[in-house]
Nanobody, 127 residues
C-alpha cells in the first residue's frame, strides 16, 4: 500500500553525498517502525536503515559502515536518510516504508513485514 513520497535522489560521483526525504502522503495511522530499503538492478530488495517508533532504536546494514544516517522530523512527518561517501555499489532505487505490525529486533528491517510503501527515488553513483 502506497503511503509515502520519496525525494532527493539523483546522480552523483563516487564520494559524493545525498539526502533522501520520505514525506507522509496523507496517512496518519500509527506504525511500529519505518525505514529505507533499496533494490539494485537484478538484485533483491534489501534493508538499508530502519527506525523503531517506540524507543527510537535504529538498524543499519553492515555495509553502511557509518556512511548513512537515518533521522526523523516529527513536526514535518518526514524521515531522512543522509548518505555520505557514496560508492557505485550504492546505485539503486531507494524506497521508504513503514509497518503497523508488531515486530521483533531480528525482523526490524525485513522488507517482507513492511506494508506501507512509497514509489521510490533512484540513486546513481558513477563517474
Amino acid at each position: 500500500q502506497l503511503r509515502f513520497v520519496e525525494s532527493g535522489g539523483g546522480s552523483v560521483q563516487p564520494g559524493g553525498s545525498l539526502r533522501l526525504s520520505c514525506a507522509d502522503s496523507g496517512f496518519t495511522s500509527d506504525y511500529y517502525a519505518i525505514g529505507w530499503f533499496r533494490q539494485a538492478a537484478g538484485k533483491e530488495r534489501e534493508g538499508v536503515s530502519c527506525l523503531s517508533s517506540g524507543d527510537g532504536k535504529t538498524y543499519y546494514a553492515e555495509w553502511v559502515k557509518g556512511r548513512f544516517t537515518i533521522s526523523r522530523d516529527n513536526a514535518r512527518n518526514t524521515v531522512y536518510l543522509e548518505m555520505n561517501s557514496l560508492k557505485p555499489e550504492d546505485t539503486a532505487v531507494y524506497h521508504c516504508a513503514a509497518t503497523a505490525r508488531t515486530i521483533t529486533a531480528q525482523e526490524m528491517c525485513d522488507f517482507l513485514i513492511y506494508g506501507y510503501w512509497g514509489q521510490g527515488t533512484p540513486v546513481t553513483v558513477s563517474s
